[in-house]
């Protein structure tokens, strides 16, 4: 398989980490978001929308959107599976992991980052306080849903790795990006620490792929 994605990209750390919890080889392909490179007319053939991830599987067309992506692996690639059997926990598992791909996240990308700055004319200030604003409520969404309930266990759904463990992960670990204090989400922050005790999520850090700055 081949991932179009990017070192800094939280929905490619997703889409990264579901590929080596599957124990999937794939050859990743930086669009480098900081230069444009999504703009491309190369990459628009590849993903119209000028976003990451896009994966490529065989000779079918590209799959895109993240939560699509990491659909798309578990059902080709069932073992071991990222969604539980129960259809409510199904539901719990996926209305966690959107709160995260469909509500915090697309609200800090870089095209948002962008649109503030050049067509907005926001200071850096302004738009720092609404990239820190929108990811704190994202975390807080998860928390208030994570924490106490008997459904939470060692991960967000019992102790079964899924779907949401990935979008939560991604949602703490770009809180550093932003500089967000985490200490108001406990639960979020718990599981991330689960998580990351897994190679597959700490391997897949964006700060361990290349292109990352140093330290």
């Known amino acids: 398989m081949k991932l179009y994605g990017f070192w800094r990209s939280l929905a490619s750390y997703r889409v990264r980490v579901a590929l080596n919890l599957k124990g999937i080889a794939f050859e990743e392909a930086p669009i480098n978001l900081l230069t444009g490179a999504q703009h491309s007319d190369d990459y628009r053939k590849v993903n119209p929308q000028a976003v990451i991830p896009a994966l490529i599987d065989g ?29 409510r926990a199904r539901a719990r598992v996926r209305g966690l992991a959107q709160i995260v791909v469909a ?49 939470t266990g060692r991960y967000c759904q019992g102790d079964m790795i899924t779907i949401a463990d990935i979008c939560v992960a991604s949602q703490v670990v770009g809180a550093a990006f932003f500089n967000v204090d985490t200490k108001p989400y406990p639960t979020a922050v718990r599981i991330l620490g689960e998580c990351m005790k897994l190679d597959a999520f700490a391997k897949s850090h964006p700060l361990k792929q290349p292109g990352a700055p140093a330290g």
């Open 59 to 87: 000779d079918g067309p590209p799959i895109f959107q993240s939560m699509a992506i990491l659909e798309y692996l578990d059902e080709s690639h069932p073992n071991p599976p990222l969604m539980p059997k129960e259809i």
């Open 103 to 151: 509500d915090a996240h697309p609200l800090v990308v870089p095209r948002i980052r962008t649109y503030l700055e050049k067509d907005l004319a926001q200071d850096e200030p302004t738009r720092n306080k609404w990239l820190q604003h929108w990811t704190a409520k994202g975390l807080a969404a998860l928390e208030a849903n994570l924490a106490g309930n008997p459904a």
